[in-house]
């Protein structure tokens, strides 16, 4: 192995071992975009995570203990297929809308 010889700047000598100069360069791998090899057809996973977000907020009005477990089921399925900000918004309104609903109910009865 070869040793360089430099001055630092407070002109002291500094020996470093180069091993990038007897390390073989490696062909890089190239990876493609998740879209090129998605093997879903059908739905998009940005549309999934989208009606779990359409339902959760649905299940503020009408259908809570109905709608808002669906919406946070496609959210999570929306989180996991990498539509990661859309699936944690259905899921977080629609714990959010449960939640909202059971404490209404519990305290209009």
Do not use: H
Not at 15 to 39: C, G, H, N
Not at 50 to 59: M, N
Not at 64 to 69: E, F, G, S
Not at 71 to 79: A, E, P, Q, T, V
């Amino acid at each position: 192995m070869r040793n360089r010889k430099r001055l630092n700047k407070y002109r002291t000598l500094i020996r470093e071992e180069l091993a990038a100069d007897i390390t073989p360069v490696s062909p890089r791998k190239i990876i493609p975009l998740r879209e090129e090899y998605d093997s879903d057809e059908g739905v998009s996973r940005s549309s999934i995570g989208l009606i779990g977000v359409i339902l959760s907020v649905v299940s503020f009005f009408i259908l809570p203990y109905i709608l808002a477990p669906i919406g946070i089921i496609l959210g999570y399925i929306g989180f996991r297929k990498g539509s990661y900000s859309i699936g944690f918004w259905a899921m977080g309104l629609g714990v959010i809308g449960l939640l909202g609903s059971m404490i209404v109910s519990s305290v209009l009865s």
